[in-house]
């Protein structure tokens, strides 16, 4: 028997993109170079030297694909603004071509029915501000907020949301404690210290742009449900989740991480009434799911550089079906995370503003697909405020330290001739869009 699960009336469908990933145009129109191109040009940073310099050329061919979003049903568009198009220096004068560009993208979108989303932030920091020490500086925090104002200056008229990061937990770990993202350091100190930077820069932004009459502000963070018991779940669930959830939805950092953090860092980064200023309220909490971490308690375990202070942790992943990332494929992680945050951070509206995988057979795609939008339905029947759908990703496109090869797109791009190909995974979710519902 075909059962049919409905969802929500005004739920939001859409797909996501970031803009180092598919812009290309790096050295057009005053932009200058970010931390990715930098790490991206370090050899043996990136698989086979990719780079982002022409990535999807969605700088010039950003008409053909709002029309195929418009072909493709899709209500809504999450794209990321490239920080160093918009200033070049980081925190010095507005370069108005940059600006141009989102401008003429906004208006595209708005004139074929689709809804722009804009990301402040998805990891290309300008080069000029990590010479300057990055995200370990205070002052970037508060560059990162003109830069916010700057941007609602020109857009707020047309946008309704504001994303202030995506995953900052990533831009943390990953860039300056493991070292896999750039800026490619390994400083776990400087990763915390970073991190708090990031929680600073949301709140300054949030604040300015609450100032200036956005309409509904947020931001995206990387959740993963920590599968095990005791000690180490607990420790892993704080660094990788509650680091970023409490400090942003209870307005202080959680007691058991604070010790880790000062063995790291010490806490004088931390200063009176940034609290309160992390705290600002949102709108909407942005979800990206990919899967669930599975941990245990191993002893003599030396630290998983991506975790500072995670010794005696082991990570060891079931034998579950896999992406062609390599990643553990188990939706109900979806279910458990939704319907956790509705029952520890209760009165925030979400939305999964990522979502999706990396697989050469199409078909797989669907299945994840299918089998993501049904936990995420099972987590509304429990009653998490779950309010939209985005897919990761709309392109195939430049995945970070992977570069090329993995594709993650409900369009497939042919990179030598750039075309565009919708997938059967791309159909099927505009049939699902159209009926609301998943069959």
């Given at each position: 028997m075909t059962q049919e699960l409905r969802f929500p009336d005004g739920f939001r469908w859409g797909a996501a993109t970031a803009a180092y990933q598919i812009e290309g145009a790096a050295t057009e129109?005053?932009?200058?170079?970010?931390?990715?191109?930098?790490?991206?040009?370090?050899?043996?940073?990136v698989r086979l030297g990719h780079t982002g310099d022409v990535a999807c050329d969605h700088y010039h061919r950003y008409?053909?694909?709002?029309?195929?979003?418009?072909?493709?049903?899709?209500?809504?568009?999450?794209?990321?603004?490239?920080?160093?198009?918009?200033?070049?220096?980081?925190?010095?004068?507005?370069?108005?071509?940059?600006?141009?560009?989102?401008?003429?993208?906004?208006?595209?979108?708005l004139a074929s029915g689709v809804e722009p989303m804009v990301t402040l932030y998805h990891w290309d920091l300008p080069q000029t501000l990590e010479e300057l020490g990055g995200w370990t500086q205070r002052d970037t925090a508060f560059h990162f907020a003109d830069l916010a104002s700057a941007v609602h200056a020109r857009l707020g008229d047309r946008v309704r949301t504001w994303?202030?990061?995506?995953?900052?937990?990533?831009?943390?770990?990953?860039?300056?404690?493991?070292?896999a993202h750039a800026p490619g350091r390994t400083e776990p100190g400087a990763a915390f210290v970073a991190a708090h930077h990031l929680l600073l820069a949301h709140g300054l932004a949030v604040q300015a742009l609450r100032e200036a009459g956005a309409?509904?502000?947020?931001?995206?963070?990387?959740?993963?449900p920590v599968v095990g018991e005791g000690e180490a779940a607990r420790r892993i669930d704080g660094l990788h989740n509650?680091?970023?959830?409490?400090?942003?939805?209870?307005?202080?950092?959680?007691?058991?991480?604070?010790?880790?953090?000062?063995?790291?860092?010490?806490l004088e980064h931390v200063r009176q009434g940034d609290p309160?200023?992390?705290?600002?309220?949102?709108?909407?909490?942005?979800?990206?799911?990919?899967?669930?971490?599975?941990?245990?308690?191993?002893?003599?375990?030396?630290?998983?550089?991506?975790?500072?202070?995670?010794?005696?942790?082991?990570?060891?992943?079931?034998?579950?079906?896999?992406?062609?990332?390599?990643?553990?494929?188990?939706?109900?992680?979806?279910t458990d995370l939704l319907v956790r945050l509705h029952r520890d951070y209760p009165g925030t509206p979400l939305m999964i503003t990522e979502?999706?995988?990396?697989?050469?057979?199409d078909a797989d795609r669907l299945v994840f697909l299918r089998d993501h939008l049904a936990a995420a339905h099972a987590a509304i029947a429990q009653g998490a405020p779950l309010t939209g759908y985005l897919v990761w990703s709309f392109l195939d496109n430049f995945e970070w330290a992977w570069g090329y090869a993995p594709r993650f797109g409900i369009v497939h791009v042919d990179y030598a001739t750039q075309r565009r190909t919708p997938k059967e995974s791309a159909l099927w979710l505009r049939d699902v869009i159209r009926k609301n519902a998943l069959t």
């Open positions: 129109d005053g932009r200058a170079p970010s931390i990715w191109d930098a790490f991206a040009r370090t050899p043996g940073r008409r053909e694909d709002v029309a195929l979003m418009a072909e493709l049903g899709l209500p809504t568009y999450r794209f990321s603004i490239s920080w160093p198009r918009i200033k070049p220096d980081g925190g010095g004068p507005v370069n108005p071509r940059g600006l141009d560009f989102y401008d003429r993208l906004v208006d595209e979108l994303t202030t990061l995506n995953e900052p937990w990533c831009s943390a770990f990953l860039g300056y404690a493991g070292g309409r509904e502000l947020s931001i995206t963070l990387n959740l993963s509650r680091l970023f959830l409490d400090p942003i939805l209870r307005g202080s950092y959680p007691e058991d991480l604070l010790p880790v953090i000062d063995r790291f860092s010490g309160a200023v992390i705290a600002a309220p949102i709108d909407l909490l942005g979800v990206n799911y990919y899967r669930p971490t599975w941990v245990n308690t191993t002893i003599g375990q030396p630290p998983n550089p991506a975790f500072p202070g995670s010794e005696g942790v082991g990570f060891a992943e079931p034998d579950l079906p896999r992406t062609a990332m390599d990643w553990a494929i188990a939706p109900e992680g979806l979502n999706g995988a990396a697989f050469e057979d």
